[in-house]
C-alpha cells in the first residue's frame, strides 16, 4: 500500500462558516516525497486549496505549516519524517488568524520584528570603505542571522499565543540578540531599554519549543538567555 | 491598566530578579527544614516551639514567608496576564491574590512571633 491518508485544514472565509478537515487519498508510489510535493498532489486533485511556497528548498521560510502536529518547512520535511500510521495532517501555523486554507496573516509577528529595528545602527562617522570587525566578533554572529523568518518558532511559542501583541517572540528575539552582539551597532543601550518590560523578552519560559522545530537548526532559548543575561547586567 | 497598577516590580529585569532570588530562599528553607525533621525523627512539641523560639530561627521564616509572597505574586501575576484576557476579570483575580497574599502574610507574622 503507497495510499497515503493527507487530511487538510480548509478555510475560505468567504464560503465556509466554520473551518473543516478535507481529506485526500495520495498515491506515493512508495517514494519519500516531502510534504510540499504531497500538496502540489492535492493541488492537482483540487484546485481551490491555497497554501504559500516559493523556492523549495527551505531558504525563502514561505511554507512553514503545521505537520502531523509539528512546525516545520514542508518543502524541506521528508514524509519519514512526520507520517505516523500512514496518516498525515497538515494544518496551517498555530496562534496566528488564518486568511485562508493553510496561509495566516503574519502582521502580528512582523510588527514584533520590526519592533526589534533588524538593522545596524551606528553612530560614528562612516570609514571610507566599510565598518570592519574581527574574525572573532563576526563568529559572534553564526547561530544567529541565518533565520530566514518562517515564523515555525513563534508561532509553535504558547508565550507567543497568549501575548502576540507584548512578546517579541523566538523569532524576534533571535534577531534582537543578532544585533546586541553586533560589535558594530552602537545602540546597545537603547535596544535595552526597549525590551526590559515584563513581555518583551521575559515572558519567555523557556520551554524551548523554538528549538524544536527551527528548520535551520538554531537556538532561539539561548539567544534570549543572552539578552536576559545582559539586561541583568545592565540592571544590577 | 492592570500591567501599570499592580505590576509587581519596575520592570521584568526586578520581576526576574525577585523570583530568583525569593526561589533560593525558599530552597534554603526547604532544605533546611527537610534536614530538620530527618535529624529529629522523634520530634515532639517542645523541640518544635524550642527551635522556633530563636530570634534566627524566626526571622529566617518570615524570610521565607516574604519570598513566598513575593515569588507567588511575581508568578501569578505572569499566570493572569497569560490566560485572563478580560481585563475587569484580571484586575480582580489579581486583587485577590495581592488580598490573600497580605493576610496570608500578616497572619504568618502573628504566629510565628506568638511562640
Known sequence: MSTLQVSVYRYNPESDDAPWMQDFEIDTQGRDLMVLNVLQMIKEQDSSLVYRAS?????????????????????????????????????????????????????????????IQPYLQNDERPPSIERLQSPEDR????????????????????????????????????????????SRDTHTQERLSELDDPFSVFRCRGIMNCVNVCPKGLNPTRAIGKIREMLVRNTA | ??????????????????????????????????????????????????????????????????????????????????????AAIRFGALLFVILALFVFVVWGVQVIWGV
Open chain 1, 55 to 115: 523556492c523549495r528548498e527551505g531558504v525563502c521560510g514561505s511554507d512553514g505549516m503545521n505537520m502531523n502536529g509539528k512546525n516545520g518547512l514542508s518543502c524541506v520535511t521528508p514524509l519519514s519524517e512526520v507520517v505516523k500510521d500512514n496518516r498525515l495532517v497538515l494544518r496551517p501555523l498555530p496562534g496566528l488568524p488564518v486568511i485562508r486554507d493553510l496561509i495566516i496573516d503574519m502582521s502580528l509577528f512582523y510588527k514584533q520584528y520590526e519592533r
Open chain 2, 1 to 86: 491598566m492592570v500591567i501599570n497598577i499592580l505590576n509587581p516590580g519596575r520592570n521584568g529585569v526586578a520581576d526576574w530578579m525577585i523570583q530568583r532570588a525569593s526561589a533560593v530562599i525558599l530552597g534554603l528553607y526547604t532544605i533546611f527544614m527537610v534536614a530538620y525533621m530527618m535529624f529529629h525523627p522523634d520530634l515532639d512539641y517542645a523541640a518544635w516551639s524550642g527551635l522556633f523560639s530563636h530570634l534566627w530561627m524566626k526571622v529566617f521564616t518570615l524570610l521565607a514567608l516574604l519570598s513566598i509572597a513575593a515569588h507567588a505574586w511575581v508568578g501569578l501575576w505572569i499566570v493572569a496576564t497569560d490566560y485572563i484576557k478580560p
Open chain 1, 139 to 182: 563568529d559572534k554572529l553564526d547561530g544567529l542571522y541565518e533565520c530566514i523568518l518562517c515564523a515555525c518558532c513563534s508561532t509553535s511559542c504558547p508565550s507567543f499565543w497568549w501575548n502576540p501583541d507584548k512578546f517579541v517572540g523566538p523569532a524576534g528575539l533571535l534577531q534582537a540578540y543578532r544585533f546586541l552582539a553586533d
